[in-house]
């Protein structure tokens, strides 16, 4: 199936082949039609399966048809970080080009300045996070009386960030009169329940089952002991020739001594956390888009806007205490039908965020013994790992020498 075939109007068309996209990926071609019929929706999806799309197009088009053209936000998408707010705010340019729609974003950690002055001029469509939103709200630059579509965009993540609060005290100052958009790559019971409150009869869109991890990710787990976690990550990247990574940390400050010892050993990388300042993790994420850096450390706040096609490793430096979080760290590799690589490092103190993760995904994931670094406690039932295929960005031979076993130790 075709765009074309989805009933989208020439403008849209057009932009869409200037960006070369012809054929919808499953969550457009589900959702495209049933927004554009002005139905709710509820959406269970990934991120990487191209919904930003499935919400943005007939988002588009619907305000490009209204004949009465009425002042006044007309589109709301509510969204968790700063860099996916900025990447929606991008689609909605790059797909509305040729439409006469208005469009911004909001978010904080910057001057709001520009922001405000924007929102004077008279919006269409505003992509904001919650804080910033309601700070300007609050300052009555926002009116939201005429908002015709709600858009609650990774809703569980919402969850996850403590942004609940916030989101339902911008919902409660919406229009009853709606459609309603939600978003979700997981359903925990409060965003079901969440979900039930906002949505009139919904359509429901599922690309794939709630909490499943894409099927072309490869994962790995690796037992070894917290000190010799960042030995076993220098020998990954350098001896068995990894390529560009995604690297996740719990902490701010793991992130920045992660970056310091892979910067000692002279590998390009940088680190965005909440810490660093809208326009340094906006370059650094630029540069690790271009080649620039081989590797991005991120908290899982700072990396939830990411978005890169061709990323084929991501790295858990530190298992993540919420299972749901798993998902949506893996979930950054393996997109648009690449196949992806995600390992985990597991020592002593992380072994129950591992039972849950596992729990969680409904399977083992594959052990991986050969390494220099092994855990020196006691490993709960070992899952061999299946002989796989070697991935495309990694090559070489396991090295016995000793002298470069203790280098990676330093």
Same mark, same amino acid.
């Given at each position: 199936?075709?765009?074309?075939?989805?009933?989208?109007?020439?403008?849209?068309?057009?932009?869409?082949?200037?960006?070369?996209?012809?054929?919808?990926?499953?969550?457009?071609?589900?959702?495209?039609?049933?927004?554009?019929?002005?139905?709710?929706?509820?959406?269970?999806?990934?991120?990487?399966?191209?919904? /930003?799309?499935? *919400?943005? %197009?007939?988002?588009?088009?619907?305000?490009?048809?209204?004949?009465?053209?009425?002042?006044?936000?007309?589109?709301?998408?509510?969204?968790?970080?700063?860099?996916?707010?900025?990447?929606?705010?991008?689609?909605?340019? +790059?797909?509305?080009?040729?439409?006469?729609?208005?469009?911004?974003?909001?978010?904080?950690?910057?001057?709001?300045?520009?922001?405000?002055?924007?929102?004077?001029?008279?919006?269409?469509?505003?992509?904001? /996070?919650?804080?910033?939103?309601?700070?300007? %709200?609050?300052?009555?630059?926002?009116?939201?009386?005429?908002?015709?579509? *709600? #858009?609650?965009?990774? +809703?569980?993540? @919402?969850?996850? @960030?403590?942004? $609940?609060?916030?989101?339902?005290?911008?919902?409660?100052?919406?229009?009853?009169?709606?459609?309603?958009? *939600?978003?979700?790559?997981? @359903?925990?019971?409060?965003?079901?329940?969440?979900?039930?409150?906002?949505?009139?009869?919904? +359509?429901?869109?599922?690309?794939?089952?709630?909490?499943?991890?894409?099927?072309?990710?490869?994962?790995?787990?690796?037992?070894?002991?917290?000190?010799?976690?960042?030995?076993?990550?220098?020998?990954?990247?350098?001896?068995?020739? $990894?390529?560009?990574?995604?690297?996740?940390?719990?902490?701010?400050?793991?992130?920045?001594?992660?970056?310091?010892?892979?910067?000692?050993?002279? #590998?390009?990388?940088?680190?965005?956390?909440?810490?660093?300042?809208?326009?340094?993790?906006?370059?650094?994420?630029?540069?690790?888009?271009?080649?620039?850096?081989?590797?991005?450390?991120?908290?899982? $706040?700072?990396?939830?806007?990411?978005?890169?096609?061709?990323?084929?490793?991501?790295?858990?430096?530190?298992?993540?205490?919420?299972?749901?979080?798993? #998902?949506?760290?893996?979930?950054?590799?393996?997109?648009?039908?690449?196949?992806?690589?995600? @390992?985990?490092?597991?020592?002593?103190?992380?072994?129950?965020?591992?039972?849950?993760?596992?729990?969680? %995904?409904? =399977?083992?994931?594959?052990?991986?013994?050969?390494?220099? *670094?092994?855990?020196?406690?006691? #490993?709960?039932?070992?899952?061999? +790992?299946?002989?796989?295929? =070697?991935?495309?960005?990694?090559?070489?031979?396991?090295?016995?020498?000793?002298?470069?076993?203790?280098?990676?130790?330093?």
């Amino acid at each position: 199936m075709a765009f074309k075939n989805l009933g989208i109007i020439d403008p849209i068309l057009q932009a869409l082949a200037q960006e070369g996209y012809t054929t919808p990926t499953p969550i457009q071609q589900q959702a495209i039609p049933i927004v554009l019929q002005g139905r709710d929706l509820l959406g269970c999806a990934q991120t990487g399966t191209g919904k /930003t799309a499935a *919400f943005a %197009i007939p988002i588009i088009q619907h305000l490009a048809e209204k004949k009465q053209h009425r002042p006044g936000i007309k589109a709301l998408i509510l969204t968790p970080t700063r860099e996916l707010a900025i990447q929606i705010d991008e689609s909605f340019a +790059a797909y509305g080009r040729f439409a006469k729609i208005s469009h911004t974003v909001i978010f904080g950690g910057v001057s709001q300045l520009h922001q405000v002055n924007a929102l004077k001029r008279g919006v269409d469509v505003l992509v904001a /996070t919650p804080g910033r939103l309601l700070d300007l %709200i609050g300052q009555k630059y926002i009116d939201l009386s005429k908002l015709e579509i *709600f #858009v609650l965009d990774e +809703a569980d993540r @919402m969850l996850d @960030m403590g942004f $609940i609060h916030d989101v339902k005290k911008v919902i409660a100052l919406l229009p009853s009169k709606r459609q309603t958009l *939600f978003f979700s790559a997981t @359903m925990p019971p409060e965003i079901q329940k969440l979900a039930d409150s906002l949505l009139t009869h919904p +359509a429901l869109v599922e690309v794939t089952p709630p909490s499943s991890t894409v099927d072309k990710i490869e994962q790995r787990l690796y037992y070894t002991n917290k000190g010799d976690k960042p030995a076993l990550l220098l020998y990954l990247l350098q001896e068995k020739k $990894i390529g560009s990574a995604l690297v996740f940390t719990r902490t701010k400050h793991g992130a920045d001594k992660v970056v310091k010892l892979l910067q000692r050993e002279k #590998v390009k990388c940088a680190a965005i956390h909440g810490n660093k300042s809208q326009n340094n993790r906006q370059n650094a994420l630029n540069d690790f888009k271009s080649g620039k850096l081989q590797v991005l450390v991120a908290t899982d $706040i700072a990396a939830r806007g990411i978005d890169i096609d061709e990323l084929a490793n991501v790295f858990n430096y530190d298992l993540p205490n919420i299972p749901e979080t798993y #998902v949506h760290r893996i979930g950054r590799t393996g997109r648009a039908g690449n196949s992806g690589l995600a @390992m985990s490092f597991v020592d002593g103190e992380t072994l129950k965020e591992l039972k849950d993760i596992e729990k969680l %995904i409904g =399977k083992k994931i594959p052990v991986i013994e050969d390494h220099p *670094f092994p855990f020196t406690g006691v #490993v709960p039932e070992p899952t061999p +790992a299946k002989p796989a295929q =070697k991935p495309a960005s990694q090559s070489g031979n396991r090295s016995s020498d000793k002298n470069r076993k203790n280098r990676w130790r330093r």
